[in-house]
């Protein structure tokens, strides 16, 4: 009853969705900058900031477009996540009490921790031959705004192009599944689920680092943030050899601390299971992968996608289960050919087969996420993540001449 209460009265006062984000980021910082480690009211938050995650996730798609609306809704409870690992679970603070707020809102906005003790493991230097340049102010600002710039170009030029009139057809949710219909599939639907995944990934890829350069551009060139905390976002997809490297290497890492850190304290914490053993690294990469499926379930459900027809959920788990699988036959390759722990970079031969292996895996568990979306998208403007389309600009200036 009174969650009922205090989720209708936020939406009656804040109205909108960005007033209840913010409210939520404004509650988050103020907490972590102005209680101290392990206080009773950090655990005290979380029920209001679960209601704020509620109340985004329910109304966004009156107020904005779905692809809006996912965004929001997901990084509402990516906020969640980040509180979490920040209060509850490790629990931070700062001393002196002018810095407090700045303190909680700076950490509630860096997700790797970058230069911090707890830093994201794999976030990727500047350079790979030299880990400790770091370009000029102006050097980085020139390139990250070039970045979003390309980033936004290619998304535009992406959404501008309309999906097939037969969508729901060629994106039948009931096509997912692979191997117990695999005497009626053909080539032309294993390319077509490959298209599908790597055009996905593009999206994905795009979307993520143009808010990235975009705001990495705002925030150095205003003086607000240092250079050194913008490292890049993604890593070499040449290290996406495997699907471990895939998820740990090559994609970024902003979710990776909100994600282990709740997964490690249920492993270590809740189920007393000791740090280092294998068991317990293997249950807590699955509930990563979970809690990433709840999160992107989230974001699906803010778009107003119905549960029952996302298959995002599954999509990560497949994953960390396919990373598990793949660990296993690693250790086992290694373990006969006398090659100890995984340490230098395998021989272009083996690099090659893992690429191969890595493009059937996501080629064969990508359609559960990408199916259902693709089947229902619209055919309207509206779709597109973007506000403003330049290739529907020239499209119209080329009519006019």
């Known amino acids: 009853m009174a969650t009922r209460i205090l989720s209708q009265v936020l939406t009656q006062v804040a109205l909108r969705p960005p007033h209840l984000l913010l409210f939520e980021l404004l509650i988050s910082s103020a907490t972590i900058g102005f209680t101290s480690p392990h206080s009773l009211v950090c655990p005290a938050a979380v029920p209001l900031l679960g209601v704020c995650v509620y109340s985004i996730v329910r109304t966004s798609t009156l107020y904005m477009r779905s692809r809006w609306a996912a965004l929001r809704g997901g990084f509402s409870f990516t906020i969640l996540l980040q509180y979490l690992d920040l209060a509850?679970?490790?629990?931070?603070?700062?001393?002196?009490?002018?810095?407090?707020?700045?303190?909680g809102w700076n950490s509630m906005w860096a997700f790797r921790r970058v230069g911090m003790l707890e830093e994201a493991k794999n976030v990727p230097p500047f350079s790979n031959t030299d880990r400790s340049y770091i370009p000029s102010r102006w050097a980085f600002v020139s390139r990250q705004a070039a970045a979003a710039f390309t980033c936004y170009l290619?998304?535009?030029?992406?959404?501008?192009?309309?999906?097939?009139?037969?969508?729901?057809?060629?994106?039948?949710?009931?096509?997912?599944?692979?191997?117990?219909?695999?005497?009626?599939?053909?080539?032309?639907?294993?390319?077509?689920?490959?298209?599908?995944?790597a055009g996905f990934a593009v999206t994905f890829y795009c979307v993520i680092q143009g808010f990235q350069s975009l705001s990495a551009t705002v925030a150095v060139a205003l003086g607000l943030s240092k250079v050194e905390n913008?490292?890049?976002?993604?890593?070499?997809?040449?290290?996406?050899y495997c699907l471990k490297n895939v998820w740990v290497k090559f994609w970024h890492q902003l979710l990776r601390r909100p994600l282990t850190g709740p997964s490690s304290a249920i492993v270590h914490d809740v189920l007393r299971r000791p740090r280092g053993s294998p068991l317990?690294?293997?249950?807590?990469?699955?509930?990563?992968?979970?809690?990433?499926?709840?999160?992107?379930?989230?974001?699906?459900?803010?778009?107003?996608?119905?549960?029952?027809?996302?298959?995002?959920f599954r999509f990560f788990c497949t994953q960390g289960f396919g990373v598990l699988l793949e660990q296993a036959v690693v250790s086992i390759f290694r373990r006969e050919n006398g090659q100890g722990k995984e340490s230098m970079r395998p021989p272009i031969a083996l690099r090659a087969l893992g690429y191969a292996w890595v493009a059937a895996f996501m080629t064969w568990s990508g359609p559960a996420w990408i199916y259902p979306q693709a089947a229902r998208q619209s055919t309207e403007a509206a779709a597109s993540i973007l506000p403003f389309s330049m290739v529907e600009v020239v499209r119209k200036m080329r009519s006019y001449s």
Not at 230 to 239: H, I, M, Q, Y
């Open 280 to 312: 317990a690294g293997s249950v807590t990469l699955i509930l990563t992968f979970a809690l990433s499926g709840a999160l992107h379930t989230v974001a699906g459900v803010a778009s107003g996608m119905p549960l029952r027809k996302l298959g995002v």
């Open 230 to 240: 913008w490292r890049p976002a993604f890593g070499s997809v040449a290290d996406a």
């Open 154 to 197: 290619l998304l535009d030029m992406l959404g501008s192009r309309k999906p097939p009139a037969n969508a729901r057809e060629l994106f039948n949710p009931e096509l997912v599944l692979l191997f117990a219909r695999l005497s009626g599939v053909t080539a032309a639907e294993i390319k077509r689920r490959a298209l599908a995944i």
């Open 88 to 103: 509850v679970i490790n629990g931070s603070s700062k001393e002196i009490l002018l810095d407090r707020f700045k303190f």
